[in-house]
Each structure stands twice: as structure tokens, then as C-alpha cells.
């Protein structure tokens, strides 16, 4: 590994992000921006992003989400707090929003407001929903996943079921980073920034495409997940020796016959009835059983290095916990140090990407509240006392509020 004098310049150096963001959207977007080297100072009322004193499910998104990232508060609630906003944006390259229809322009915030002081200006907006009848409406991850064919999918029949994570909210960031990778190439040609929207019913949709096509190519409509016609018979999680669970699939003939002669089940390969995948597909109610029969006496330990080996595709059951001790996210620096706002230190999962062969780790821990105010409206030509105005650090002073608890959050 090189040394940190010695890495070259990351590819987003010397571009400025401001993130007026909160939860996960428009987080994610300014995360991976954050990752890839730019400078990204995200603007926080003065009691700090609600994410921050989320709990339940909720507990992981601030620190995962906001690592690499500059912490300035203001308050939106004053012309002055607005203004301030406004200066700062003028120096950006970059304004990312997530709040809901309408409430950026009633602030003054908007692109076509921002866009007059700084025409470079590439501001991406993350909503429920692009240009349409919808755009109106507020939406959630488990909104869009019921809207748009994901849920019904997910779940068995008559119990539509939301994936276990925030799928579309990460995505629907991921898709807003996209957009601004492609606008600020196309800014050096032009010297115009774009205003550039991401939307979670949009993003979801895109994942449930393949089961519309399925639909359109077939005739038929798809069956939710628990009950779909596989394309391959072997494609299922078993129970082994211990009580064990384990996802093995067979795709292609080669996996399948080395499946068989792993499991010492000669007969199911000289079977007729199983001579290729769509014959096995046929025969998958009674194939399944046949293997799950003995799958039962046999153990992971056992089996894991022998399907590598063989190259069979397999999964043990893993739950999230696990993965602070997966040897390949350890071996691999798929997990790198971070230090949070209190002092303390995670480990956490990186870009799934890596550049010359190097992954991209934390360059900044998570922010404090305000951390970063002073230094970052300085720059702008404020005074001290101007900062602690604007920042609303005067009335918390006079209030006995510390920052950490309450919430006054633009949206």
C-alpha cells in the first residue's frame, strides 16, 4: 500500500459538494462523491441532522452515510442562515438536495435560484419521484418498493414484503452520483452545470424491469420469489447435518455434474429425466427433495471448501453481524477503520469498487455537530461572532442546548 504523501490525487480533488441532505438518499450521493476525493461539507441545522439520534433500524445510517464529509451548521430558519447558504453555494461545483417537493424553492434554494448566482453549478436532487403525475407525493423506501412490483416480488403471495435494506434509498443515491459524474464531464465541454434529479419510485422500477420483461417475453405473470418457476432447478438454500443453512445453486451441466459427484449421487446423474437444466427444471419438486435428503447428512465445514474447489456456486446463511469477521472483507481491506463523532471507532464496509487496485478508505472521520463552521464561513468572509450568529450557537448558549438532542431540520 502506498503512503498517504505518496497517493496520487483522487479523482474528485478540488471539486466542492455542499449536501443539504438527512437519512440515506441524498447521503449516499454525497458519501460516494466524498469517497472519490471531493470536498464535501454537508450543512446541518444547529441541533445537528436528526439521523444522528436515530434509533431502532435506524441507528446505523448517520455514521454509515456521512463519512469523508465537512459538518457546518446553519439556521434555515433566518434570511441570514439562507444567505450564508447561498454564499456557500456560490462556491460550490456541486448542491445536493433530498427534501420534499417544493420545499427548496420556498427557501430560495432551488436550482433556478442557486443557477442564477453560479451558472457551473451541477445540483442534483433526490425525490420520491421524477417529472409525472406522482412528483407531488411524498414517498419511502417501502412506498415505492409496494408502488413499483419490488414487494410483491419479494414476498410469498398475499404477503408483499419490503427487502431488508434501504435498496432504493442507497441506489436512488448511487444513481444521483451517476448524474453529477456525468454532468461535470459534460461541463468541461460546455462551462454549465445541469440540474440533475434521481428518484426512488424510478429506481425501483428499474429493478423490477427484468420481471416485466420476463412478463412481456412469456405471457405469463411472474410469481413472487417464493413460488417463481425457477430458471434452474438447483437455486435454493438447504438444511445440512448441524441445522446449518446453505444457498447452492447448479446452472449450467458442468456445476451439475460436479454437484453430483460431490454429493456421491451417481444415479442422479445417469438419471434420464435429469439429462439437462429445463429437464431438471421439470423435475424440480421431486429433485429438490432427493437432495435435501442428503444435504441433511452432510456438513458445511465439509462442503464449503469442496464447492470452491469445484466451483460450485454456494452461500452459508450469514447475518450481519458476521461480516465484521468475513476473512475476505478482512483479508481483502473491504472493512477499514472510521472514527465517529464520539471518539469511538467501527469498522466499516468501502465502495464496493477499487481504482488501480486500491480501495477507497475514510479520508475524514465522521463530523462533530458544526464541526467545520468556523473554518468553512471564514472562508467566506465572516467573523466569529457573524458565525455563531448564523450557526445559531448564540441561542443554544443562551437556551442551555449542547446541539445533541431536538431537531430543526429544513424539511
Excluded at 331 to 353: F, K, N, V
Aim: negative net charge.
Amino acid at each position: 500500500m502506498t503512503t498517504a504523501s505518496a497517493s496520487p490525487p483522487m479523482p474528485l480533488a478540488g471539486i466542492r459538494v455542499v449536501e443539504l441532505s438527512h437519512m440515506v438518499m441524498g447521503p449516499t450521493c454525497g458519501m460516494i462523491l466524498g469517497d472519490l476525493g471531493a470536498e464535501v461539507i454537508k450543512v446541518e441545522p444547529p441541533r445537528g441532522d436528526s439521523t444522528r439520534r436515530l434509533i431502532g433500524t435506524g441507528a446505523g445510517f448517520f455514521r454509515t452515510f456521512n463519512r469523508n464529509k465537512k459538518s457546518v451548521t446553519l439556521d434555515l430558519d433566518t434570511e441570514a442562515g439562507r444567505d450564508a447558504l447561498r454564499k456557500l453555494a456560490d462556491t460550490a461545483d456541486v448542491f445536493v438536495e433530498n427534501f420534499k417537493p417544493g420545499r427548496m424553492a420556498s427557501l430560495g434554494l432551488d436550482y433556478a435560484a442557486l443557477k442564477a448566482r453560479n451558472p457551473k453549478l451541477i445540483y442534483v436532487s433526490h425525490k420520491g419521484f421524477l417529472a409525472g403525475p406522482y412528483e407531488h407525493r411524498l414517498a419511502l423506501d417501502e412506498v415505492v418498493q409496494m408502488m413499483a412490483g419490488l414487494a410483491y416480488m419479494t414476498g410469498p403471495a398475499g404477503r408483499p414484503l419490503r427487502a431488508g435494506s434501504s435498496v432504493n434509498d442507497i441506489m436512488g443515491g448511487m444513481f444521483g452520483a451517476i448524474g453529477v459524474l456525468a454532468a461535470l464531464h459534460e461541463r468541461h465541454a460546455t462551462g454549465r452545470g445541469k440540474d440533475v434529479q434521481s428518484a426512488l419510485f424510478e429506481n425501483c422500477v428499474l429493478l423490477s424491469a427484468q420481471h416485466m420483461q420476463q412478463y412481456a417475453a412469456t405471457g405469463a405473470a411472474p410469481a413472487p420469489m417464493p413460488e417463481r418457476i425457477s430458471a434452474w432447478a438447483v437455486y435454493d438454500v438447504f438444511t445440512l447435518a448441524r441445522g446449518e443453512q446453505m444457498f447452492i445453486a447448479a446452472t449450467g451441466d458442468a456445476q451439475w455434474r460436479a454437484l453430483c459427484t460431490l454429493l456421491d449421487r451417481p444415479d442422479l446423474l445417469a438419471d434420464p429425466r435429469l439429462a439437462g437444466n429445463n429437464d431438471r427444471v421439470r423435475a424440480r419438486s421431486w429433485l429438490l427433495a432427493e437432495l435435501a435428503t442428503t444435504l441433511a447428512t452432510r456438513e458445511a465445514a465439509e462442503l464449503a471448501p469442496l464447492f470452491e474447489r469445484h466451483h460450485v456456486p454456494f452461500a452459508a446463511i450469514t447475518k450481519p453481524e458476521e461480516l465484521f469477521d468475513d476473512p475476505h472483507l478482512i483479508e481483502s481491506g473491504g472493512l477499514a477503520p472510521l472514527q465517529l463523532d464520539d471518539g469511538s471507532e467501527t469498522r466499516m464496509p468501502l465502495l464496493p469498487l477499487a481504482l488501480d487496485g486500491e480501495r477507497l478508505p475514510p479520508r475524514l472521520p465522521i463530523a462533530k455537530i458544526g464541526e467545520h463552521t468556523h473554518d468553512v464561513l471564514r472562508g467566506l468572509g465572516y467573523s466569529d461572532e457573524q458565525i455563531d450568529a448564523l450557526s445559531g450557537a448564540t441561542n443554544e448558549a443562551a437556551n442551555g442546548m449542547d446541539g445533541t438532542d431536538g431537531t430543526r431540520h429544513a424539511s
